[in-house]
């Protein structure tokens, strides 16, 4: 399995943003010293393997974030607004004023725009949208927590407030992961 170099560039802008370039350029001096593959250029269309970006973001969450796990929700939401804000590569996804077309479609496009492996399945039935990844080779929280964020913030730029609820995860041990937005105001 392969993460594609966007989600790289998504947290470099957001690491950036908030501790400034030279925090960065430290962090990745350090990251680099740990793993070679680092020290080349990543573009938005690089290929990372996902051993090496496990390894990229563990060392992101403890080195600004006191290995809290739960920041891979965050980083999913800056993923989100990031992508689908005005001048963002994905902003034309929010154009749709049809939340079913945003649900069904757009949201297992955006799953392939980052990640090489695994299947995303969405569906909105009776104000819920129902999200099931599976498929995957490996089964890392941070790939469901980074998702979970990304879709909730997602559809909140939709311009609906959802409720999130876990029904099958990787934190919890299970094979796949099947979350349920529930739209509070359709």
Known sequence: MNVKGTVFATGKNAIITVFGEEKWKEFMKKLAAKEKFFSNVIMPVTLIPEEKFALFLKGLIDEFFNGDEMQYITFGKVAAN????????????????????????????????YFDEGTLTAKLENNIVYINIYGLSVKRVYIEYIFAGYAQKGIKMFGKKVVEKCIRGFSKGDNDIYYQYEIQDL
Do not use: M, Q
Not at 86 to 101: F, R, V
């Open 82 to 113: 990031f992508a689908l804000s005005p001048g963002g590569p994905y902003h034309t996804h929010l154009l749709s004023k049809n939340i079913t077309y945003f649900a069904e479609t757009v949201i297992p496009k955006l799953w392939t725009t």
